[in-house]
């Protein structure tokens, strides 16, 4: 723009009049003026159109300039392209620098003639390389009459630009596929065909215009030497690929020096075998491996002296025991040009031995582990794994398996921790034994009392209805959610626990028990003791091994084998071939799983049942997944116009009422709203002393 702008000297203010406005114009050949304001801020542009627009009977030269002052003007950057602004509407624009300083003027015809010139000017540019392009090159309109050839597409074509340009295709040439590409759309490359013995490669594309094709262009290139040398250069590399394979994949140590002893090349195993970085030791001497006291004996001496194949033992009496042997490679002159150097390490056998001594300890660590998966197959659907801190947790649960302490399995809803506390059950000295598990937080407390004492005789009636802790006598009991259990049943089961005596409820006997403790509990136990919710006696008697359950979002190498195992176990299920799509499968990974493990196994079976084709999309796992965002939490509706005092209180109340009706508790109400507990429970007071208690 700053190019073919008019630079000004003078503007118009306050004090101008048309008159002097005019002057000015004719004497700066100017269309229109820019008028500033006393701050010199640009307020608009007095214009000969404006004037004439206004009536020449009305012009009076003494009449304020500001009279005429239109506001419907554009102002331009100096840096701005033509391309960009040469068709914006009006007659003439202020043109301003980057510090929004006014500095020119140009018109509508400027812009216009500047960008004919560019256009024009790039054409010659397009034309000129075209001309010189080495590849053929040939175009067609949408009636397939030829607009373009160019001097390197004659050749290939037959025929020459004055000949072609302006005939019909089939005219002038064998049909290539251009048409057909014309007619569908469709691109098509790397297409081969011979003029001759001439070998060509075409790429053909069609001309888009508004999303309909217009056109097709050719371009054209002779391959005919390249191809014979690609060929050969394809052989050469396959043979190379071959040997490189072959020695990257050595299990020996290989290095291979030229005449002089400089290594030219060696493969992993010489940096596993000497303990050190391989890939710098080519180009350096062997000679140095010498002097580094890596090897004793600089066998490329030996050999050049003794003229063919040598053997030698390097540090026999050190960790790594070596056998070296080096071959000379000849030239047609007798000289050695190259040596092949063999390295291999003789302990590898000892090592061997002990991998083999360790594997067969290993399969005797896990061989319950294994017979459980297979007696036990309902066990263990939840703790397939890939990760590290998983394969800590059942490494640290499989141990204390062994023993008959009891175990704390800590961690949110949905990780697995009940499959844990069966595994360590079913893997232990206890597993022909029965296994019991008793929900302490879905049961009111008197029925968790007979759920876990029994009920003896009550009104001289024998009711008989034994508990779950002499249900599980010589087997385990898992707890779960043992954090909710009521105080004065902690102290009962303390109690028991100490005694190894049973006394169930309304009964004056005791009975001897033997069971082993496993809890759950989505909080650390110390935490519930130091609030005064959980006895310390019990948490002392309990919390012997704790093992806390990593969340899924926690480990995610392991949420596609578990994501993989339940949809095959749903097609199994339901005679399914369900599979997700790569974009369904990172919207799973994406996903932050807050119900973890169980919350993952719902959604699969839910999609494996739904989903329409075979393939699971991205947008039917979107939908599963994000459909909680409709709910109305997130949704405020106003009907009406109220003081938005009372709106505001209105708001906390309901918003207040429904999250403690889905969540059930202050905590979970808490976290929902983003809130402290705290502040859930004064609203909660506030909300009901204003209801009258």
Request: include cysteine; charge should be negative; glycine fraction near 8%.
């Amino acid at each position: 723009m700053g190019q073919v702008m008019s630079r000004l000297s003078i503007c118009l203010y306050n004090y101008h009049t048309i008159g002097d406005a005019m002057t000015i114009m004719i004497e700066k050949e100017v269309a229109g003026l820019p008028f500033l304001n006393e701050q010199g801020y640009l307020l608009g542009m007095v214009t000969k159109n404006q004037i004439i627009e206004k009536g020449i009977e009305n012009y009076v030269a003494g009449d304020k300039a500001a009279d005429y002052l239109t506001n419907r003007f554009l102002p331009l950057n100096e840096d701005a392209l033509l391309e960009d602004v040469w068709n914006l509407p009006f007659d003439i624009y202020p043109v301003l620098n980057n510090m929004e300083e006014l500095i020119g003027i140009v018109s509508k015809y400027s812009l216009l003639q500047g960008y004919f010139l560019e256009v024009r000017s790039r054409s010659q540019e397009l034309e000129a390389v075209f001309n010189s392009a080495h590849n053929g090159i040939l175009s067609i309109n949408k009636q397939g009459i030829i607009t373009s050839l160019n001097p390197a597409a004659e050749k290939p074509t037959r025929t020459t630009k004055e000949e072609a340009v302006g005939r019909f295709l089939n005219d002038i040439i064998i049909p290539t596929g251009l048409l057909e590409v014309l007619r569908n759309g469709i691109p098509e490359y790397g297409a081969k065909f011979q003029v001759g013995r001439r070998l060509y490669i075409s790429n053909r594309t069609p001309i888009m215009k508004d999303g309909e094709v217009v056109g097709a262009v050719g371009v054209f290139q002779d391959v005919s030497e390249i191809e014979k040398v690609l060929q050969e250069l394809q052989s050469v590399k396959q043979l190379n690929e071959e040997l490189q394979t072959i020695i990257a994949s050595s299990y020996d140590g290989l290095i291979i020096c030229n005449g002089q002893g400089d290594i030219l090349r060696c493969n992993p195993a010489v940096g596993r075998i000497l303990e050190a970085p391989w890939e710098r030791l080519v180009g350096r001497p062997f000679k140095e491996l010498v002097d580094k006291g890596i090897f004793k004996n600089n066998i490329i001496q030996l050999v050049k002296k003794q003229g063919g194949f040598i053997s030698i033992l390097e540090r026999p009496f050190t960790k790594h025991s070596l056998v070296i042997t080096a071959n000379p490679v000849f030239s047609e002159e007798e000289e050695i040009v190259k040596i092949v150097i063999n390295i291999r390490d003789m302990t590898e056998l000892e090592f061997l031995r002990e991998a083999l001594e360790e594997s067969k300890q290993l399969s005797e660590k896990y061989e319950s582990q294994i017979a459980l998966m297979r007696n036990h197959k309902e066990i263990g659907t939840e703790l397939r794994y890939c990760s590290i801190i998983m394969n800590n947790v059942l490494d640290l649960a499989y141990r204390v398996s062994q023993v008959d302490s009891p175990v704390v399995l800590v961690g949110e809803q949905g990780v697995g921790k009940e499959e844990i506390a069966r595994s360590i059950h079913f893997q232990s000295k206890r597993s022909k034994g029965p296994f019991y598990k008793i929900n302490c937080g879905s049961v009111p407390e008197h029925l968790l009392e007979i759920e876990l004492f029994g009920e003896g005789t009550f009104n001289g009636r024998n009711i008989g209805k034994p508990g779950g802790l002499e249900l599980a006598n010589q087997g385990s009991v898992y707890l779960e959610n043992i954090g909710n259990m009521p105080l004065n049943l902690q102290g009962r089961l303390v109690r028991v626990l100490q005694d190894k005596m049973l006394q169930a409820t309304g009964e004056k006997d005791r009975k001897s028990i033997d069971i082993r403790i496993l809890s759950g509990t989505e909080k650390p136990l110390k935490k519930l003791v130091e609030k005064g919710l959980f006895r310390s006696d019990l948490f002392y008697t309990l919390n012997i091994v704790p093992i806390k359950v990593p969340a899924l979002r926690e480990r995610k190498e392991d949420l596609i084998p578990l994501v993989l195992f339940n949809l095959e176990q749903n097609n199994k299920r339901h005679g399914f071939e369900k599979v997700f799509s790569p974009e369904a499968v990172q919207l799973i990974l994406d996903y932050p799983w807050l119900g973890n493990v169980r919350e993952m196994a719902n959604v699969v079976e839910r999609l494996a049942v739904t989903a329409n084709e075979k393939v699971i999309s991205a947008e039917e796992v979107d939908e599963v997944l994000y459909e909680k965002e409709q709910s109305p939490l997130k949704t405020v509706t106003v009907t009406g116009v109220v003081p938005l005092k009372e709106a505001i209180i209105d708001l906390e109340q309901q918003l207040l009422s429904l999250a403690m009706k889905l969540h059930g508790t202050t905590v979970k109400a808490a976290e929902a709203l983003g809130v402290n507990q705290s502040t859930v429970v004064r609203k909660l007071q506030k909300l009901k002393n204003n209801h009258g208690g």
